[in-house]
């Protein structure tokens, strides 16, 4: 437990970091909202690339992988529509309690998987991020047109947006030059390097920036469903599964990770733009990243990490 405490307190530091300097307005003006689209755009692609193109991905269980992460998503995203009527709530809150429910946090993901398990594991994390995250995006912009939050005029600006994902491209770009042998020649190795090393420490800062402590006060039946899928129900299927599919040790650690992650802190401005409950997924994202500090080492542990 002590291990796996020592590799996640410095991360969690930082989100607290972040959370003093938001709270403080330290730097003020749109630094943070720049920085972030920075992170989002440049760095964490930059990372994702470096990974990938050089990695040998042969060495990860990607099926058993995606059988694990996949399929527990794929799971609670069926189960929150056939409890949509008993959880009553209205299609705004429901919304953000799917996001709040499926969404991960990938800066604590791969920054955590780092910490530990070192270059194997922002490897398998890496890969991780490539399988959820064109899933995660297609699952809850389905969501929103399910619930009918989001008008015509909006629909097709959200399937732009996730075909430009930057970190879907990211994945993409990284696996074609790995399979074509490309790589990344000369000097632009290093330098992509270089670039996705800024991403992990200043992305965790940037969540705790985005954290809102008021939002706390909001403790409805949206909350708790949320929280119980992510924080208690998705790591306990993930696990369930990663056991009986022979994951080595690597695999199994981050796919846990991933699996117990708090949500996104891009889910809010998710909520805001396509007719989520803003509020309430502010909450979630609050809450969410406050608990994991305490449950992410628990079920490392319960897992021999």
């Known amino acids: 437990m002590q291990g796996v405490a020592d590799a996640l307190g410095p991360l969690f530091l930082l989100i607290l ?113 490539a399988l959820m995250v064109p899933l995660v995006n297609v699952l809850c912009v389905a969501s929103f047109i399910g619930a009918g939050t989001l008008g015509t005029s909006s629909l097709g600006k959200s399937l732009a947006a996730l075909i430009r994902n930057p970190l879907i491209l990211a994945c993409l770009t990284g696996i074609g030059l790995n399979l074509t042998g490309i790589g990344l020649p000369g000097w632009s190795g290093a330098a992509v390097e270089l670039l996705g090393r800024a991403a992990l420490p200043l992305g965790l800062v940037a969540v705790g920036v985005a954290l809102r402590p008021q939002a706390l006060l909001r403790l409805d039946r949206g909350v708790w469903a949320a929280n119980l899928i992510k924080l208690v129900l998705m790591p306990t299927v993930v696990l369930a599964l990663a056991l009986p599919l022979g994951l080595d040790a690597v695999s199994r650690d981050v796919a ?14 998710l909520a ?15 809450g969410q990243t406050l608990l994991a500090m305490a449950t992410l080492p628990l079920w490392l542990h319960l897992a021999g990490g």
């Open 17 to 129: 970091l972040g959370a003093v300097l938001g709270r403080l307005r330290q730097p003020d003006g749109e630094f943070w909202s720049q920085l972030e689209r920075l992170i989002y755009f440049l760095l964490f692609p930059a990372m994702l690339i470096a990974t990938l193109a050089t990695a040998d991905v042969g060495e990860v269980m990607v099926v058993r992988l995606a059988v694990a992460l996949l399929g527990g998503m794929l799971l609670f995203a069926a189960l929150l529509w056939l409890a949509h009527s008993w959880l009553g709530l209205q299609a705004a809150a429901f919304t953000s309690v799917f996001q709040g429910a499926l969404r991960f946090n990938t800066y604590v993901g791969v920054a955590g998987a780092a910490a530990l398990h070192g270059t194997a594991g922002i490897t398998v994390a890496a890969v991780a991020v």
């Open 256 to 269: 846990l990770l991933f699996a117990a992650l708090p949500t996104a802190t891009s889910a809010y401005i």
């Open 272 to 286: 805001r733009q396509l007719g989520g409950d803003a509020e309430l997924m502010a909450a979630l994202i609050t």
